[in-house]
């Protein structure tokens, strides 16, 4: 469950572990903050006042990070050398071809067995990360590569290298926006190439999600205030098209962030419904840990009563070992139905991987 605990901290470039440390930041488009006034775990931090970023991992630690200087500024170009990706050669996957296609097999099985109608199977990729002369590998450079090479609506970096935290996303899905009592969410479930490669399954697919959605946002909405005003939108993104809902309602007296999350969060289309049989689906066929994969990134401007959560999909974190160096991990996965191929769905993951990680290992694809 998201946690509770509070710090307070001050912004700066420190040390740990002896090695240099970047300091704290959060970018989300044009929207940079700096100046680190405060850390909790709380989520009711975020009906308080001042500007948050938030990062929620998938298995429920939460991060939310106030921060004092809050301004607009452009993405920067990418400078050369500032970044220094993996090898294209080193990614490893914590489920390999055979391991994932038989876990769809077995998602289906117990499809047919009646315990879930839909589950996410997801694997983490990751790659050993250079860090050349001791320089600290900076997720905010790899941002300025994706926006490039890859630009995405819910694209940010949160970087808090003090408390376990880089993050780089790409995210194109929308988890929950917030105005004042306005909430909305945008699922996104089928994948293609191009429009054409859309089936039949996909679009059940994502109707059985926006009825998981809607549902959660039920829980903590005023009765009869749920809306589906989009089902099944076709939006282009960088290599590859998606479906895309809009589901909306107006939080119930009494309802803020710590109530909103508890109901909706792990996000719908990253899990299965029913939602519990899906989770336990998850946790008995995955080998590693989801982490920001999959929960929700974004900002919280509690003054103003609004906020953005994208759902950490095309998402990059860095990970740093006591006993080993830095390594970047990425995240793919796809929706698993009755309706599935095994071999499909491994080439979905593939495809949802494949341009992200030639960003990431340094290659220029802006005009691909």
């Not at 300091?23 to 009711?44: C, H, K, M, N």
Request: net charge neutral; charged share 20%.
């Amino acid at each position: 469950m998201l946690g509770s605990r509070s710090a307070r901290h001050a912004d700066h470039a420190g040390v740990r572990g002896g090695a240099q440390q970047l300091s704290p930041l959060a970018r989300f488009g044009d929207l940079v903050a700096t100046d680190l006034r405060d850390v909790t775990s709380d989520p009711a931090a975020l009906d308080s006042t001042g500007f948050w970023a938030v990062v929620a991992g998938f298995e429920g630690r939460l991060v939310c990070a106030r921060f004092g200087d809050v301004r607009r500024e452009p993405v920067p170009a990418p400078r050369t050398g500032a970044w220094r990706g993996p090898a294209a050669g080193d990614w490893t996957s914590s489920l390999d071809r055979a391991a994932y296609t038989a876990g769809v097999r077995r998602i289906r099985e117990r499809i047919a067995a009646g315990e879930v109608y839909q589950a996410n199977l997801c694997r983490v990729l990751t790659a050993p990360l250079p860090e050349p002369e001791g320089l600290p590998a900076d997720v905010d450079a790899l941002t300025a590569l994706l926006a490039r090479g890859n630009p995405a609506p819910y694209a940010g970096t949160v970087r808090l290298p003090a408390h376990g935290v880089e993050v780089a996303t790409a995210s194109p899905e929308l988890f929950l926006r917030r105005a004042g009592r306005l909430v909305e969410s945008g699922p996104i479930k089928g994948t293609g190439r191009t429009a054409a490669d859309l089936s039949e399954k996909d679009r059940a697919e994502n109707v059985m999600i926006v009825d998981l959605v809607r549902n959660d946002l039920g829980r903590v909405c005023a009765a009869g205030s749920v809306t589906v005003p989009a089902l099944c939108a076709v939006e282009q993104h960088p290599g590859l098209v998606h479906l895309v809902s809009a589901v909306r309602g107006e939080l119930a007296e009494g309802a803020g962030w710590p109530e909103l999350l508890a109901a909706t969060f792990p996000p719908g289309s990253v899990s299965g419904a029913p939602k519990p049989s899906a989770l336990r689906v998850i946790a008995a066929l995955e080998t590693a840990p989801r982490g920001p994969y999959c929960g929700g990134i974004g900002w919280v401007d509690a003054d103003r009563g609004t906020g953005e959560l994208a759902v950490g999909i095309r998402t990059f974190w860095i990970d740093r070992p006591a006993i080993a160096g830095p390594v970047l991990r990425f995240g793919t996965g796809a929706g698993i139905t009755w309706g599935s191929d095994p071999e499909r769905e491994w080439d979905e993951t593939e495809l949802k991987a494949s341009r992200l990680l030639t960003v990431a290992c340094g290659a220029d694809v802006s005009g691909s």
